[in-house]
């Protein structure tokens, strides 16, 4: 499964130093690279992070410095993190980041990830590792365009109609990841991974807003529960809808 709200808590260098590599941007997205990887890489690293930036948050316009080299058989991707902002971060996060880097640039070959400061010295590390299996729990999985969903318990052509309206809907540059089930009541439960850095920036106006687009375009107008979930489909807010008929819950 992918993780489609990437932790761009990230900031810019300190200082433009030439030690740092050649430079390319993207966007408010700068790659610095050094020998073993070639601009080429480095420009698709940089449009993937602004595509991915654009979907995930893109009132952000801060510039995000990453760096790219290959110490030896494996390339290390830099990033310039805030500390202090990591505390709601899951480690999951950053594989799946190094993951999407893997796969969009280097051809499955591993990337191994660190967090530095705003002068790419190191403070986390991540090594690589591949995506983990998906949970046959999860459900069937479905998938339109960059959406994909595993539906439990929903059967087929519902499920294969959500996808395709939460790609519509939703039109995202990069993968995003549902799953509809029923609760023992019978109502429809919607959950979309978010990165959970980001919980608050999603209003309840933006939770109903959805909600009433998948009740009238897709269950015949009835009502439902729109999570928000970690990357194993954990809830960490639930919308009620229609709003009236109960408070929304925060499950944090």
């Known amino acids: 499964m992918k993780k489609y709200f990437l932790p761009f808590l990230l900031s810019a260098l300190g200082i433009a130093c030439t030690q740092y590599g050649p ?6 997205i700068e790659v610095y690279y050094k020998e073993g ?3 080429t890489q480095a420009e698709k690293t940089a449009t993937l992070f602004r595509d991915a930036l654009m ?6 316009k801060a510039t995000k410095s990453f760096q790219l080299s290959k110490p030896g058989d494996s390339v290390l991707l830099k990033m310039v993190a805030d500390k202090a902002r990591l505390g709601s971060v899951e480690d999951d996060a950053f594989y799946a980041m190094s993951a999407l880097v893997s796969d969009s640039v280097f ?3 591993p990337v191994n990830l660190a967090l530095t400061d705003n002068k790419f010295k190191e403070f986390r590390y991540y090594a690589f590792k591949k995506p983990t299996m998906e949970d046959p729990s ?3 999985k479905y998938e339109s365009g960059n959406v994909e969903l595993f539906a439990n318990g929903v059967d087929s052509s519902l499920a294969g109609k959500l996808a395709g309206y939460l790609e519509t809907y939703f039109n995202p540059a ?4 549902f799953q509809v089930s029923t609760n023992e009541q019978g ?3 919607v959950k979309m991974v978010i990165d959970p850095s980001r919980i608050n920036d999603i209003t309840e106006a933006d939770m109903a807003e959805a909600s009433n687009g998948m009740s009238e375009k897709v269950f015949s107008g009835s009502p439902l529960q729109f999570q928000l979930a970690d990357a194993s489909f954990k809830p960490l807010r639930v919308f009620i809808y229609p709003s009236d008929t109960a408070p929304a819950e925060n499950m944090r």
């Open 107 to 109: 051809a499955g070959a």
């Open 138 to 140: 999860w459900g069937t």
């Open 37 to 39: 990887i070639s601009k």
């Open 187 to 189: 109502v429809f439960v």
């Open 23 to 28: 430079k390319v941007g993207s966007g408010n």
């Open 55 to 60: 979907s995930s948050n893109p009132n952000d």
């Open 174 to 177: 990069n993968t995003f990841s």
